[in-house]
Nanobody
Framework: QAQLVESGGGLVQPGGSLTLSCAASGFTFRTQFMMWVRQRPGEGLLWVAT????????GYQDPVKGRFTISRDNDKNRVYLHMRNLKPEDTAVYYC????????RGQGTQVTVSS
């Protein structure tokens, strides 16, 4: 059974950095496109970034371009989201998933950007 477990969130000041991690199990990770999506308070899920099975970033949501980087380690079955220059509007629960609508996502990890 496929399982995704997100971690690495926390409270960070504006301008700070965080790296989120997603541990994958129960499926052939190295053949799967992976994505990060987020849900801000009071809003629905929004796609953030996509990475190919080979590790090539395939796109970012416009507000995070140049600040977020998606990566993966197929030997460790993990996908990462490196976030820098964080802004209060990045405050959200972040999930890794198999598609833009959050299929297969785990419990998520909370990121709060506040001074």
């Amino acid at each position: 059974q496929a399982q995704l477990v997100e971690s690495g969130g926390g409270l960070v000041q504006p301008g700070g950095s965080l790296t989120l991690s997603c541990a994958a199990s129960g499926f052939t990770f190295r053949t799967q496109f992976m994505m990060w999506v987020r849900q801000r308070p009071g809003e629905g899920l929004l796609w953030v970034a996509t990475i190919s099975p080979e590790g090539e970033p395939r796109g970012y949501q416009d507000p995070v371009k140049g600040r977020f980087t998606i990566s993966r380690d197929n030997d460790k079955n993990r996908v990462y989201l490196h976030m820098r220059n964080l802004k209060p509007e990045d405050t959200a629960v972040y999930y890794c998933s198999f598609d833009h609508v959050g299929t297969g996502r785990g419990q998520g990890t909370q990121v709060t950007v506040s001074s």
